[in-house]
């Protein structure tokens, strides 16, 4: 399989974005977590932080974005492995960052980090980026006929 972008060692791409209240909301009802730090300013405060805090997963997932920017719509993750280091609350700035270690037509593998704006690492690790083995069929397209209909 061809691949439309050719990931070289060294380049790098980041992202920065504030988590807010109403992706955290969001997240909240996608996960179905409701752990009070995580929904509850209150007893955020009484255990000594700022604001709630942002839900590690969301915060990884703006390390997605730059998976997906650095290597284009003909890859996919294929392996991701991350530590959380620390909390992150919510309407912090982070700085999602990837740089690819190697790369070649079977595999890539490039360095994850973010951080806290712009300084303090609160999530590091690595990715694998595979090729996407087949296209994807959109919803439309697939049949919805009922046996015996036409």
């Known amino acids: 399989m061809q691949t439309e972008t050719t990931l070289q060692p060294g380049a790098t791409l980041s992202f920065r974005k504030t988590m807010t209240v109403a992706e955290q909301a969001l997240f909240t009802g996608i996960s179905g977590n409701l752990a009070p730090m995580h929904v509850d300013a209150r007893a ?13 997963l969301a915060v990884a997932s703006l390390a997605t974005s730059c998976l997906n920017r650095i290597a284009g719509p003909s890859w996919r993750i294929g392996a991701l492995d991350l530590t959380f280091d620390a909390p992150v609350t919510v309407g912090s700035t982070i700085e999602a960052a990837v740089r690819v270690l190697d790369a070649n037509a079977q595999s890539s593998r490039l360095e994850v980090t973010c951080k806290i704006d712009g300084e303090a690492c609160v999530i590091r690790g690595h990715a694998t980026l595979v090729p996407l083995i087949a296209p994807l069929i959109a919803p439309a397209s697939i049949s919805r006929e009922e046996p015996g209909h036409v």
């Open 44 to 56: 955020a405060r009484a255990a000594g932080f700022d604001n709630m805090l942002s839900f590690e």
